[in-house]
């Protein structure tokens, strides 16, 4: 009787113990490389519903293993591209000017404020 009793007892620990689960969007974050993470950050933002699917199916294929692969910024904004959601991403372009790197917008307002003046 005591055996049947701690038996049941460690039955209920086992149980009661939390079980790590891993959400579909960590799952995704842990194969995304090089802006991966700011194009999710984007998608999330300007589309947080279509994102949670595509971020789902994403998560099974990875789990399943059909995609071992390292999914980059430019990979992912293409994938949602291809179903249908258009993506914004805030571009930037750098010159070189007097072997430093200037925005362009801040290179443009400077030769135009200079051009004013004189």
Do not use: C, W
């Amino acid at each position: 009787m005591q055996k049947n009793i701690s038996q049941q007892n460690t039955q209920k620990q086992s149980s009661q113990e939390p079980k790590t689960v891993v959400s579909p969007k960590q799952t995704l974050v842990t194969k995304l490389g090089y802006r991966g993470v700011e194009v999710l950050q984007n998608a999330e933002s300007q589309f947080p519903n279509e994102t949670k699917i595509v971020v789902e199916k994403l998560a099974e294929l990875i789990k399943s293993g059909e995609i071992d692969e390292v999914i980059d910024g430019g990979k992912l904004l293409m994938l949602f591209r291809s179903v249908g959601l258009n993506i914004r991403m805030q571009t930037k372009i750098n010159v070189e000017q007097d072997g430093k790197f200037v925005s362009l917008s801040d290179k443009l307002s400077k030769q135009s404020h200079d051009n004013g003046e004189a």
